[in-house]
């Protein structure tokens, strides 16, 4: 009952920036993350974010990219900086239960390419 709308990929250079936005229709729930599908790869965490305050990073996200939360436009960011070819790949957002694993919502995706 909770439906995740990504925007905000899109074509960059390597060394630029970008913020992806996820946008819920009711509410998120316990944690919230961010997955990157690369082509011919498994989706994997990217950036997760509780619902307390509480973040994860991948290592290869760590330093370089940030989760938030915007809880009056009911929004979770994950802003990208230093982007490589390496974060080239299909970012979707995704929101479960901690106590209720049948309660797992995920976004469309949206694509990010970074240009080398």
């Known amino acids: 009952q909770v439906q995740l709308v990504e925007s905000g990929g899109g074509l960059v250079q390597a060394g630029g920036s970008l913020r992806l936005s996820c946008a819920a229709s009711?509410?998120?729930?316990?944690?919230t993350g961010w997955y990157r599908q690369a082509p011919g790869k498994q989706r994997e965490l990217v950036a997760s974010?509780?619902?307390?305050?509480?973040?994860n990073y991948a290592d290869s996200a760590k330093g370089r990219f940030t989760i938030s939360r915007d809880t009056a436009k009911n929004t979770v960011y994950l802003q990208m900086n230093s982007l490589n070819s390496e974060d080239t790949g299909v970012y979707y957002c995704?929101?479960?239960?901690?106590?209720?694993?049948?309660?797992?919502?995920w976004g469309q995706g949206t694509q990010v390419i970074v240009s080398s």
């Open positions: 009711g509410s998120f729930l316990s944690i």
């Open positions: 974010i509780a619902s307390g305050t509480g973040t």
């Open positions: 995704n929101t479960r239960s901690h106590l209720n694993s049948r309660l797992t919502y």
